[in-house]
């Protein structure tokens, strides 16, 4: 990755300051069962089967399927319930692989994001290393500029004792 700015512009997928960077090679799977109509009607499909508006439905559906044949008010499915042992075994056969397709595909998609937070982190890790050692970079360099500092002052300070001494001695023999 490289540091210099201009070399990546700010926003794009490959940027730094772009915090999805890491998600883009897996946006292939963000649609759970692909991009065509199927697919997103057995996502949906599969969505809504666990909702608590699918159990209350199918509740009411099948309590009003048995008090029309119990009360005789439809005669379409007798006492046993035949019919709706079948809708319900026919509901089994086509909701579990469904089921069982959208956890594939989300733990897929789990996995694949998880390896992105994962580069993320890394990513943020060696940042602020980088970060820790410039800082410690230029650290050094300020005690380095100090001490130089230091030398010169106390250089100075000679300069002008001896600067003063002199002024003295050259004033002394002048004025004597």
Same mark, same amino acid.
């Given at each position: 990755?490289?540091?210099?700015?201009?070399?990546?512009?700010?926003?794009?997928?490959?940027?730094?300051?772009?915090?999805?960077?890491?998600?883009?090679?897996?946006?292939?799977?963000?649609?759970?069962?692909?991009?065509?109509?199927?697919?997103?009607?057995?996502?949906?499909?599969?969505?809504?089967?666990?909702?608590?508006?699918?159990?209350?439905?199918?509740?009411?559906?099948?309590?009003?399927?048995?008090?029309?044949?119990?009360?005789?008010?439809?005669?379409?499915?007798?006492?046993?319930?035949?019919?709706?042992?079948?809708?319900?075994?026919?509901?089994? &056969?086509? *909701?579990?692989?469904?089921?069982?397709?959208?956890? /594939? !595909? $989300?733990?897929?998609?789990?996995? @694949? #994001?998880? %390896?992105?937070?994962?580069?993320?982190?890394?990513?943020? &890790?060696? *940042?602020?290393?980088?970060?820790?050692?410039?800082? /410690? !970079? $230029?650290?050094?360099?300020?005690? @380095? #500029?100090? %001490?130089?500092?230091?030398?010169?002052?106390?250089?100075?300070?000679?300069?002008?004792?001896?600067?003063?001494?002199?002024?003295?001695?050259?004033?002394?023999?002048?004025? @004597?």
């Amino acid at each position: 990755m490289s540091s210099d700015p201009s070399a990546q512009a700010a926003g794009s997928p490959q940027s730094p300051e772009h915090h999805l960077r890491f998600h883009a090679p897996h946006l292939h799977l963000t649609t759970v069962f692909g991009s065509d109509w199927f697919g997103q009607k057995a996502e949906s499909f599969a969505r809504f089967f666990g909702t608590p508006v699918f159990l209350v439905l199918q509740s009411v559906l099948v309590g009003v399927w048995i008090a029309f044949n119990v009360w005789g008010l439809a005669h379409f499915d007798p006492y046993p319930f035949i019919l709706l042992n079948l809708a319900f075994s026919t509901q089994a &056969a086509y *909701a579990a692989p469904l089921i069982l397709l959208a956890q /594939t !595909r $989300q733990a897929d998609r789990d996995k @694949a #994001l998880a %390896e992105a937070d994962a580069q993320h982190r890394e990513a943020l &890790a060696a *940042a602020s290393v980088e970060r820790q050692t410039l800082a /410690t !970079r $230029q650290q050094e360099q300020i005690f @380095a #500029l100090l %001490e130089q500092n230091t030398e010169l002052t106390r250089v100075t300070r000679e300069l002008t004792a001896r600067i003063e001494e002199l002024t003295r001695e050259i004033h002394t023999r002048t004025c @004597a």
